[in-house]
């Protein structure tokens, strides 16, 4: 049984009025947006080590330099939506610090290591893929600043995925050697992808709740099966096979069906026991460390600069 307040506030959700930061808002939306955004946050950030591990070694100038702003984007996707975050009356330090304890989820996706060039090609086309399928909705949600911050996030992550699928299409095309770099990358980041959309619905906890506040417009299973639906014909485009022996179009349902999801890799990787989870954190935190005289010298300029005014 809703309050008064809390029957307004789903009345305003269900009419398609925009959640804005000085609204009056149920303690429980705001700490779902919280958790989501921040989740959301840390993935961008801890999403650019797996590419900048690539940087130096990229095959030409021009992948130098194209690598390079997207992995400068994603980091301002982070800085976008850690201010938003913000907006709930939550500190950016509080939430890098649960990041830095472990206390804090990011993306399972990007525990995984980039072994060769391909696996640069294979995170555009099929990790900003996913994160494009995830995010387009997003800019519709109740919540005003995550709905607008998710605007310039998609258009930017849509050059992201071009830039990966054009890796994989010039390597597909390649020497044998490229080609079957390219095949291996897509063997091991398929599923992975897959996975990205979070829990089969019988098991997302904070889906109902999140649907019925307008955050998610579509379930886990939906989103992964466009994701499916959209990636199968350009793989079979650029000659490269999905590593799935079960997957067929379903004339009956007009989709793809695919063969069983592992799960319990999936778990495992959320807990802390994927390929990477030890040394992304490490990274940050080191990270951290070594910007603290960085933080330093510009609240002491800010400091400074304070008094001037006076
Ligand atoms: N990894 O009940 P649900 C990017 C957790 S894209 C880890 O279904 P919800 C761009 C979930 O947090 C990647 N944990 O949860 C890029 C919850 O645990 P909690 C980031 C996961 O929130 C590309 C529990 O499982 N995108 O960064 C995952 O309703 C290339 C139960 O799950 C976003 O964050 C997972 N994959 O739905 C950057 C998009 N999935 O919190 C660099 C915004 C689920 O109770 C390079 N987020 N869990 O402890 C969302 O849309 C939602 O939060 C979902 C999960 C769909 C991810």
Redesign the pocket.
Known sequence: ELDGAERRFQERIDAGIRIEPEDWMPESYRK?LV???S??AH??I???L??GNWITRAPSLQRKATLLA??QD?GG?GLYLYAAAETLGVSRDDLIEALHEGKA??????NYPTLTWADIGA??WL??G??II??IP?CRCSYGPYGRAMVR?CKE?SF?QRQGFDIMTRLAQGTEAQRRMAQDALNRWWWPAV?????PDT?????AQ?AAWR??LHS?DD?RQRFIDQTVPQAELIGLTLPDPELTWNEERGHYDIGPIDWEE?YS??RGDGPCNRDRLAARRSAWDRGAWVRDAAAAHAAKHAGDKQ
């Open positions: 779902t958790r989501q955004i989740q959301h993935s961008e801890v999403g650019m797996p590419e997207k992995v994603e996707h989820k990011y993306s399972s996706i990007f995170i555009g990790v900003d996913a994160a995830n995010q997003l996030v992550e992201h996975m990205m959309f979070g829990p098991e997302s906890v904070h889906s999140s955050i998610k886990n989103l999936f990787v959320v």
